[in-house]
DNA sequence: AGTCTTAGTGTAAATCTTCAACTAAGTTAG
DNA sequence: CTAACTTAGTTGAAGATTTACACTAAGACT
């Protein structure tokens, strides 16, 4: 029939993960250090060849490489774009399945030192990480800070970066650490009692040297809850 | 070194398009009868593999399945998604990545006649066609039908589909017709003043038996705008 | 017991929506 | 020639929502 159902006129089908968390210094991404041709010994977004053998399909194949990385095998995950192009890859034609991935400050600190290999959180400034990534990750990490910073206006997704209980004054202070402007409290625990994606731990309160407060969850840590307005 | 490096692991890598258009029964796909196996016979979403000796990156490769198809070269184009598995395509581990494009009712209009072979416009009726697509289409289908009526809420996308002039009551019921219900008329002129993305045709009014009304055209046909709000 | 700090609620003024009426500018019928 | 008709485009009052900020609540610390 045609030519392509040659192998050799396949393109190169790669996933390649935006994988975040908070750390003390803001919104932090994971790197890692490529230790093979092409761009060997740059940082790069941590991402692999899909196995048709063993992946049964793109979302698993994220998975798989979240979980060598990381260690997390129960994130938030979505699928951010694709890019693909002849020049992206010295190898040749190559298409890449972008995927971002949050992982809650519980998922981090538990793995603080199993982190794999080369692998280091560096925090976001402006529109990317301050340091030249090989191929063209530079610019999905770019795409993936604003699909970020856009639905931070209009989603539960800081829920997602933060311990699994949490108090709404931690929230709060989440979206207005992503957003870089402050919010008004009193329309802030609006919004978040009218998307309703939170629930109280039950006699769980966060005690300091002033009144307790309230600690809450995420009714369902794998999805975003998306707001009517932006906040 | 790894197994992948042979093109035997490449999965195969295809670009598929949702192109959507009006017709007088509202938003309507087109769709294609597949002249090969698999589903040989069937309806289908335009598309086709990856020329990587052609095609320079992807959205390039949907440009080409677009004109091939319709003849149209400058749509309002854009990226829905990417699915990927071992399943949904009998030949092998098979990857899509689906573009949406709006074609404007002058493009249609010009090339009825022309249309590619065995190609027809559908009317969108719920999350489909009515009709039961190759592959995991009518999936693709349901997305793109998904992403197109979320975007009609806080966007300007239902003004891809008129003629390049038109008049705002024509792209209010072009925005009706999309929703399902009805607007009112002078909120609906205040989103449209604020989000900016119209320029009127100086001189150029649609005349009728009634006030002349005053024809616009989009600032850029090419890129969506915005709206602060939900329309 | 009083002070300090952060949690959580209440409220008045300002803004935005909604609904519907009103004016404007042409064509058509008589 | 003029009145009726139709759709374009604007205006405004009533109601709903948002915003800014002050107030009350509940603990620890001195």
Redesign the pocket.
Known sequence: MTSHDNDAFKPIATVDLAIFSLSPAGLSVLLVRRANAPFSGGWALPGGWIHIDEDADLEAAARRVLKEKTGVETPYLEQLQSTGSRNRDPRGWSISIVYIALLSADDVAERQDALAGEAEWRPIEGEGVGLSLAFDHASLLKEAIGRIRSKVEYSSLPGHLLPVHF????LQSVYETLLGRKL????F??RMAEADFLEPVEGEM?????????MFRLKDAQSLALFD?RI
Do not use: F, I
């Not at 008004?184 to 329309?187: H, Y």
């Not at 966060?206 to 309230?214: F, H, L």
């Open positions: 108090t709404l004054s931690e008004d409290k009193s329309a625990r609006k966060r005690r300091a040297s002033n009144r307790p407060a309230q307005r």
